[in-house]
């Protein structure tokens, strides 16, 4: 019996319609735990070496963890993972809500989908009974609307995730949508569902999860809700969630700003948490068993209309808001609201719509390519490019791509302000005087991601404070001046690092939210406990789970070395804005990181990581985790 899990893999065939059903493999289990473990070792093994991403052999596996579904606080997170049509890569996306508890309640801890349907289809999971069934009306229409939909059709006890238009078009940065505002936004996720045909997949589970020890797990569950709630940190948190930060990233001059042409701007009191609440905010919205609530589901009121959405969260806000210099609240919701019904990520959408301003500006897209006179902070230049590049129409065919591969074909110098790594557009936090963020984004698996490493209040303490262990937080209740901010020291930073990326794989391998470790300061041993009473095995954090996380990056670096041709080193490097343009004006005014520092950093990187100066791991760092190239 393998306590915790439901211990089924499901395997569908959507080009036969083929269904099989077979136990999960016990040694995924004990090497690789689950969600993002798992993941990660069926897309190595069982991904044909080369395969389109947008062709029907890429699979499309969902995941679990231990914890998900088990009533435990936060554990309603699904782990999506595909080869990415953004990169070429390794890519995964992690959603909350509660469609993968649900896959556990029937039965499911692993799903994984190949092949693609005749004709455009939906997915039924009702426990034992899947069936693939043409989906009808629902096809090009948003993501929003169709989960309605579905919901009026199947029963408001079904759990359905969708593609928008944009999903069915294969935009590269298409994303996976659910629970009326949860997104598995990043790596192209929604453009692989597409190419397969599939506009959604709605699952009821009604069954349940054997646990080692129900009455251990329930106390220590209820103990591990009512620490979260009394963490001094829960208040700080909960009101505004992910947009609490953006006055402080403005302020150490973080923020993107104009396409990363700069990182602070005047209008952030306009943009913020506050505003949210101000504004827009009705209630509170959280995943499946969340102690601390961090959606915020509101109204926004524009001359395009008024709409129901959710969000926008920190990310939203920077990238649709000021690096696109839009400044009004109610107008980055609504932009937001686009998105999420087209099935757009919000963060590469801000950022690839920056990026067409900027190009725009330059003459490098004409006004007739356009279809608008397109300026700067104007929300009907934001959407009507958000529309082009869902439908694929014009200029918005190229964009789709993303920009790495839209500035090729745009050309001109359009690829210096192409900000992306590995071909994924880097997210809300502009880093030319963070060098621990920068190597962070520079090294992750799946391209320019926060969600892979944040050091961003160690970089600027060490910055203000010249103190390694100062916390950012007490240095602005002590009054720091952040006017301007000095060069920051990129020497220490490669051990922060290496811990960011390792302790953020271990939630998604647990199949939990990581906000209640990194945000209010949960404890590491209340994920020990839980995960004894639900499995009956014994895991340290440090010694098991943090090493399987190493493991997985070392196996993930592999993957991109496989499946990327030429992938080593270059891959890595930041985009030349970066390193050739110094910030303009606040806090960082003047900084810029130099390539000698880029590579210092680099190689310092590679080197406790074990692999060679090309960033490939040697053969003893994949033997000494039993991994074989
Ligand atoms: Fe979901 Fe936010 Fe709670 Fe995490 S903290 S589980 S993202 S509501």
């Given at each position: 019996m393998l306590y915790g899990y439901a211990g089924h893999t499901l395997r569908i065939d959507l080009t036969t319609g083929g269904v099989e059903k077979e136990p999960l493999k016990k040694e995924w289990v004990d090497d690789y735990i689950g969600g993002r473990g798992f993941t990660a070792k069926i897309l190595y093994d069982e991904n044909p070496p080369g395969?389109?991403?947008?062709?029907?052999?890429?699979?499309?596996?969902?995941?679990?963890?231990?914890?998900?579904?088990?009533?435990?606080?936060?554990?309603?997170?699904?782990?999506?993972?595909?080869?990415?049509?953004?990169?070429?890569g390794y890519g995964d996306s992690n959603m909350g809500g509660h469609f993968g508890v649900n896959m556990k309640y029937a039965g499911y801890d692993v799903t994984i989908l190949k092949g693609?349907?005749?004709?455009?289809?939906?997915?039924?999971?009702?426990?034992?009974?899947?069936?693939?069934?043409?989906?009808?009306?629902?096809?090009?229409?948003?993501?929003?609307?169709?989960?309605?939909?579905?919901?009026?059709?199947?029963?408001?006890d079904f759990h359905i995730l969708t593609i928008g238009p944009a999903g069915e078009k294969m935009v590269n940065f298409a994303c996976i949508s659910h629970d009326f505002g949860r997104q598995a936004g990043r790596i192209g996720i929604g453009a692989?569902?597409?190419?397969?045909?599939?506009?959604?997949?709605?699952?009821?589970?009604?069954?349940?999860?054997?646990?080692?020890?129900?009455?251990?797990?329930?106390?220590?569950?209820?103990?591990?809700?009512?620490?979260?709630?009394?963490?001094?940190?829960?208040l700080g948190w909960t009101p505004e969630g992910t947009a609490g930060i953006t006055n402080w990233c403005n302020d150490v001059g973080a923020l993107p700003t104009r396409n990363f042409k700069t990182s602070n701007c005047d209008y952030a009191d306009d943009i913020n948490g506050k505003a949210i609440l101000k504004e827009l905010k009705i209630t509170d919205k959280g995943c499946f068993a969340c102690p601390i609530p961090c959606g915020k589901y509101g109204k926004a009121r524009t001359s395009k209309?008024?709409?129901?959405?959710?969000?926008?969260?920190?990310?939203?806000?920077?990238?649709?808001?000021?690096n696109c210099e839009l400044s009004d609240i109610h107008g980055i919701a609504y932009a937001n609201y686009v998105c999420d019904e087209f099935g757009l990520d919000t963060c590469s959408a801000g950022a690839v719509v920056s990026f067409a301003l900027e190009c725009f500006e330059k003459g490098l897209i004409s006004e007739e390519e356009m279809g608008i006179d397109a300026k700067w902070g104007d929300l009907d230049s934001i959407v009507h490019i958000l529309e082009m590049i869902a439908k694929r129409e014009g200029i918005g065919d190229t964009l789709a791509m993303g920009v790495r591969d839209a500035a090729v074909k745009i050309g001109g110098d359009s690829d210096k302000f192409a900000i992306h790594v590995k071909g994924l557009e880097w997210t809300g936090y502009e880093s030319r005087n963070a060098p621990g963020m920068m190597?962070?984004?520079?090294?992750?698996?799946?391209?320019?991601?926060?969600?892979?490493?944040?050091?961003?209040?160690?970089?600027?303490?060490?910055?203000?404070?010249?103190?390694k262990d100062a916390n950012v937080h007490d240095l602005i209740s002590q009054g720091a001046d952040f006017d301007a901010i000095p060069k920051a020291d990129h020497k220490n930073v490669v051990p922060l690092?290496?811990?960011?990326?390792?302790?953020?794989?271990?939630?998604?391998?647990?199949?939990?939210?990581?906000?209640?470790?990194?945000?209010?300061?949960?404890?590491?041993?209340?994920?020990?406990?839980?995960?004894?009473?639900?499995?009956?095995?014994?895991?340290?954090?440090?010694?098991?789970?943090?090493?399987l996380s190493e493991k997985i990056w070392h196996l993930n670096r592999m993957y991109n070395h496989r499946e990327i041709p030429?992938?080593?080193?270059?891959?890595?490097?930041?985009?030349?804005?970066?390193?050739?343009?110094?910030?303009?004006?606040?806090?960082?005014?003047?900084?810029?990181?130099?390539?000698?520092?880029?590579?210092?950093?680099?190689?310092s990187y590679y080197e406790a990581r074990g692999w060679d100066k090309n960033g490939i791991?040697?053969?003893e760092t994949l033997e000494r985790h039993r991994l074989s190239a």
């Open positions: 395969v389109d991403p947008l062709g029907p052999d890429n699979r499309f596996i969902i995941a679990m963890g231990p914890l998900s579904g088990l009533f435990l606080p936060a554990s309603g997170k699904t782990h999506f993972c595909t080869k990415s049509p953004a990169t070429g693609r349907a005749k004709v455009p289809s939906v997915i039924l999971i009702d426990d034992d009974r899947i069936e693939i069934k043409p989906a009808g009306d629902h096809w090009g229409k948003g993501s929003t609307a169709v989960e309605e939909a579905m919901k009026k059709e199947l029963g408001e692989v569902l597409g190419s397969k045909n599939i506009k959604a997949i709605a699952v009821r589970g009604t069954g349940s999860i054997p646990v080692f020890d129900p009455k251990g797990l329930l106390k220590k569950g209820k103990e591990t809700y009512a620490a979260c709630r009394a963490k001094p940190g829960f209309g008024s709409v129901y959405v959710e969000g926008p969260e920190y990310e939203t806000l920077s990238l649709l808001g000021s190597l962070g984004y520079m090294t992750a698996d799946v391209g320019a991601h926060h969600g892979r490493c944040w050091v961003l209040g160690t970089d600027v303490a060490n910055a203000v404070g010249g103190n690092v290496l811990k960011s990326q390792h302790l953020r794989p271990a939630f998604d391998i647990l199949g939990t939210c990581r906000l209640q470790y990194m945000e209010i300061g949960l404890e590491t041993h209340y994920y020990e406990e839980l995960y004894y009473y639900a499995t009956g095995r014994k895991l340290d954090f440090e010694k098991d789970l943090l090493v030429g992938f080593g080193r270059k891959y890595d490097y930041p985009p030349p804005r970066f390193y050739e343009e110094a910030i303009p004006s606040g806090p960082n005014k003047g900084h810029r990181v130099t390539m000698e520092v880029i590579e210092e950093m680099l190689d791991p040697t053969k």
